[in-house]
């Protein structure tokens, strides 16, 4: 029993719950009786307060848990959005740059800066031959279509090829190898992707046919040099590009090719060396240059029978007399000088057309010819061959306009 004047502590609580016979005799004094249901109802008091704050504790843990899978769930929600959006940027700008500079702009924050780096890089350049004239007596949703079964085509074998089209200029399309992402066979690449490019024509054409549209004819020229490469452009509006004399000369080297033809620099080929399939070579000294360059006209790379291109069968047709034409040579685009007076001779299903002419223009030259009997109507040729001691010269002829056509088609031809 507890001394009256001692209150009872735990341990000696403790120690009549060890002891039965002890515990009966304690609380057979009313004093301890009193003392233990005072300390029994502190328990109990406590004990209540326990629960309650477990309670507590335990609907604030489920209402943290719940919060956090809420906030889990949002941000699950970001990821799944950030994906999504990021897939429509692919997407959506993947139409009009590259895979490769997407992932730049996306991947890494310095990709949006501008500023460039100087780099050697290989430029392909192509353009449709007489696509104005074509384009002349047709509406504008048959233009869009023609361009766009082109330029899809073109861009799947550029692809191919992991060249980065840097731009689509109307009919033309500028695209460069070895940047943004580095290729240390930048140059082959380039004109690999040109022949795949002039045999994919077929199948555009092909593909026009079906709906009714006339064939087209592409020249391309390559050329390897070093321009600056970067975000050019402000804050506001970038982009992608390259910039130098070197895309220039790319741009000249094209102007002097004709339809289903691939013409590249000398500095190209030096890198090709023996594995480079040529016609025949030229010297031009392009608008701008210091010197004479050679260029070389390109069909096919060794050891690939699927980059090769082969010349078509063509039917040449000669004139029992000739007829009368007149020609002005071109500088640029621009034409200048008073008509010269030809003669047309013959004249092939592809549209190469000898003439005979007091004044024989220059290898690669651009001119421009009339039909005497169809003065309002002109069409576009390049000088194939020329012999100026003979006064005969031999022209590609491009997109011809349907009343010329038929104007032609008309004259009293002998098939050779």
Same mark, same amino acid.
């Given at each position: 029993?507890?001394?009256?004047?001692?209150?009872?502590?735990?341990?000696?609580?403790?120690?009549?719950?060890?002891?039965?016979?002890?515990?009966?005799?304690?609380?057979?004094?009313?004093?301890?009786?009193?003392?233990?249901?005072?300390?029994?109802?502190?328990?109990?008091?406590?004990?209540?307060?326990?629960?309650?704050?477990?309670?507590?504790?335990?609907?604030?843990?489920?209402?943290?848990?719940?919060?956090?899978?809420?906030? +889990?769930?949002?941000?699950?929600?970001?990821?799944?959005?950030?994906?999504?959006?990021?897939?429509?940027?692919?997407?959506?700008?993947?139409?009009?740059?590259?895979?490769?500079?997407?992932?730049?702009?996306?991947?890494?924050?310095?990709?949006?800066?501008?500023?460039?780096?100087?780099?050697?890089?290989?430029?392909?350049?192509?353009?449709?031959?007489?696509?104005?004239?074509?384009?002349?007596?047709?509406?504008?949703?048959?233009?869009?279509?023609?361009?766009?079964?082109?330029?899809?085509?073109?861009?799947?074998?550029?692809?191919?090829?992991?060249?980065?089209?840097?731009?689509?200029?109307?009919?033309?399309?500028?695209? +460069?190898?070895?940047?943004?992402?580095?290729?240390?066979?930048?140059?082959?690449?380039?004109?690999?992707?040109?022949?795949?490019?002039?045999?994919?024509?077929?199948?555009?054409?092909?593909?026009?046919?079906?709906?009714?549209?006339?064939?087209?004819?592409?020249?391309?020229?390559?050329?390897?040099?070093?321009?600056?490469?970067?975000?050019?452009?402000?804050?506001?509006?970038?982009?992608?590009?390259?910039?130098?004399?070197?895309?220039?000369?790319?741009?000249?080297?094209?102007?002097?090719?004709?339809?289903?033809?691939?013409?590249?620099?000398?500095?190209?080929?030096?890198?090709?060396?023996?594995?480079?399939?040529?016609?025949?070579?030229?010297?031009?000294?392009?608008?701008?240059?210091?010197?004479?360059?050679?260029?070389?006209?390109?069909?096919?790379?060794?050891?690939?029978?699927?980059?090769?291109?082969?010349?078509?069968?063509?039917?040449?047709?000669?004139?029992?007399?000739?007829?009368?034409?007149?020609?002005?040579?071109?500088?640029?685009?621009?034409?200048?000088?008073?008509?010269?007076?030809?003669?047309?001779?013959?004249?092939?299903?592809?549209?190469?057309?000898?003439?005979?002419?007091?004044?024989?223009?220059?290898?690669?030259?651009?001119?421009?010819?009339?039909?005497?009997? +169809?003065?309002?109507?002109?069409?576009?040729?390049?000088?194939?061959?020329?012999? /100026?001691? /003979?006064?005969?010269?031999?022209?590609?002829?491009?997109?011809?306009?349907?009343?010329?056509?038929?104007?032609?088609?008309?004259?009293?031809?002998?098939?050779?």
């Amino acid at each position: 029993m507890a001394d009256a004047r001692q209150q009872p502590d735990d341990a000696w609580w403790r120690g009549l719950l060890a002891d039965p016979e002890a515990a009966e005799q304690a609380l057979a004094d009313p004093a301890t009786r009193a003392a233990f249901v005072a300390a029994a109802a502190a328990l109990q008091a406590e004990h209540d307060d326990m629960t309650l704050l477990h309670e507590a504790t335990l609907d604030h843990a489920n209402e943290i848990e719940e919060q956090l899978a809420v906030k +889990v769930e949002q941000v699950e929600a970001l990821v799944v959005e950030l994906e999504v959006r990021n897939a429509f940027i692919r997407e959506v700008f993947g139409r009009y740059i590259t895979d490769e500079v997407v992932n730049t702009l996306l991947e890494s924050p310095e990709g949006r800066q501008l500023g460039g780096e100087r780099r050697t890089i290989t430029l392909l350049l192509s353009d449709l031959r007489g696509f104005s004239t074509l384009c002349e007596g047709l509406g504008p949703e048959q233009v869009l279509q023609i361009l766009n079964i082109y330029l899809g085509a073109m861009a799947d074998v550029i692809g191919e090829y992991r060249g980065s089209i840097n731009e689509f200029i109307g009919d033309a399309i500028l695209a +460069v190898f070895g940047a943004p992402v580095q290729q240390e066979d930048h140059p082959e690449r380039a004109v690999a992707c040109a022949l795949a490019m002039q045999r994919a024509m077929s199948r555009v054409n092909a593909e026009l046919a079906e709906h009714g549209l006339p064939a087209l004819e592409m020249g391309i020229g390559v050329h390897t040099g070093e321009v600056v490469v970067g975000n050019i452009g402000s804050s506001k509006r970038a982009k992608y590009g390259v910039v130098g004399s070197h895309v220039n000369l790319a741009s000249r080297i094209e102007s002097y090719t004709v339809g289903g033809q691939v013409l590249i620099s000398e500095s190209t080929a030096a890198v090709l060396g023996d594995r480079l399939r040529t016609r025949q070579s030229f010297q031009v000294l392009p608008k701008g240059a210091r010197e004479a360059i050679t260029i070389y006209d390109v069909c096919g790379l060794a050891g690939d029978p699927e980059l090769v291109l082969r010349e078509p069968v063509t039917t040449r047709r000669s004139l029992v007399a000739g007829v009368s034409v007149r020609f002005i040579v071109l500088e640029g685009k621009d034409a200048s000088g008073e008509p010269l007076a030809a003669t047309l001779l013959s004249l092939d299903d592809r549209g190469d057309a000898e003439l005979a002419a007091a004044y024989v223009p220059d290898l690669l030259a651009s001119i421009k010819l009339v039909l005497d009997s +169809v003065p309002d109507e002109d069409v576009y040729a390049k000088v194939l061959e020329c012999s /100026h001691d /003979h006064g005969i010269f031999r022209v590609r002829l491009a997109a011809v306009p349907p009343r010329l056509a038929a104007a032609l088609d008309a004259l009293p031809w002998v098939t050779s």
